[in-house]
């Protein structure tokens, strides 16, 4: 007889041996959304039995996450800050690490006050969302040069109430932006074109390739869009960016070749100077 915690722990041991790193969160969730259960039922009543029908839906995930697909993939959702975004494979999932420039944003922007705000590569929505669930006065623009990516972030946009504070644009980066923002954010692709196949799984084979690629040194998202944010930013108005280990020293140089004051890079809970942000003089 297949148990809920039975097959729970069956399902941990074999996405540990096969090298996820959150097994026993991942094994979870995929017990959850297979067997059609709740977390309070693994807890509460972990001996109930389960049909073979159960058994078998948990067991076509599990084989997908088994082969490496990405948790949030699977699931369709994926937890970023204080929002359940639905996600797919066109977007890049949100990453844990992505909510320090959230936070650097809110440090940025004022609770009380208007704002319009730029992402510039806006994915899923994860951040963009985030900021307005924060800022009831901010607008925000969301670019991407990916239709699919696009359509994800509506839905997103439409699901939590924001649509209209919110516009979507498909562009070549700032391509067509005709205003000025207080703020610009942006989590570009990072990943050094050599380096990408080198990630781990989920990753290199599961997320869109124009989410990652960076090109040569992947600075080069950050070349563009720091050479346009002189005309992007109204006086005195900000930029925030992600970065990628090591390069937050190269991306720091650019933005005061450009002409921009910037803060000493943020750290993420790794160390890992993750955020470098900054601003126009007037
Ligand atoms: C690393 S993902 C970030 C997604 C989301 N902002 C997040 O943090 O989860 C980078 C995004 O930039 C988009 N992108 C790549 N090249 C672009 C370009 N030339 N113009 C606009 N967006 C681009 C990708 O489609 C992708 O959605």
């Known amino acids: 007889m297949t148990t809920l915690v039975s097959l729970w722990t069956d399902l941990r041991k074999r996405l540990e041996a096969a090298g996820v790193d959150t097994p026993v969160i991942d094994a979870r969730l995929l017990l ?8 309070l039922d693994i807890v509460t009543d972990p001996r109930r039995s389960l049909s073979d029908a159960q058994v078998a839906a948990v067991e076509a995930l599990a084989l997908r996450r088994l082969d490496r697909e990405p948790i949030g993939h699977i699931l369709g959702r994926k937890a970023f800050w204080t929002l359940d975004l639905e996600v ?4 890049l999932s949100p990453r844990p690490e992505t909510e320090l420039l959230v936070e650097t944003a809110l440090e940025i922007l004022p609770k009380d006050k ?3 705000v730029l992402d510039l590569g806006v994915g899923s929505g994860a951040i963009l969302l985030a900021i307005l ?28 109430g924001f649509a209209d504070r919110l516009e979507l644009r ?34 290199a084979r599961f997320e869109p390739r124009p989410a990652l690629d960076g ?9 563009i869009i720091i050479a346009a944010l002189p005309r992007l930013l109204a006086p005195y108005g900000a930029f925030a ?14 933005a005061q070749a450009g002409g921009l004051a ?12 993750r955020v470098v942000a900054g601003r126009r003089a007037a």
Do not use: M
Request: charged share 25%.
């Open 88 to 91: 797919n494979a066109d977007v």
């Open 170 to 203: 498909s562009a070549n980066w700032c391509e067509g932006l005709a205003h000025t923002f207080d703020l610009v954010v942006s989590n570009p692709p990072y990943i050094p074109t050599a380096d990408i196949e080198g990630l781990e799984p989920e990753v």
């Open 114 to 116: 208007r704002a319009r």
């Open 241 to 254: 960016f992600e970065v990628g280990r090591g390069q937050a020293d190269a991306v720091q140089a650019l």
């Open 32 to 39: 959850e959304a297979g067997a059609g259960v709740q977390r």
């Open 262 to 273: 910037t803060e000493t890079p943020r750290l993420d809970l790794a160390g890992i100077a």
């Open 215 to 223: 090109g040569a040194d992947g600075l080069d998202a950050y070349r």
């Open 133 to 160: 669930a924060e800022r009831p006065f901010a607008t925000g623009v969301g670019v991407d040069i990916s239709d699919a990516a696009l359509a994800v972030a509506k839905r997103n946009a439409e699901k939590l």
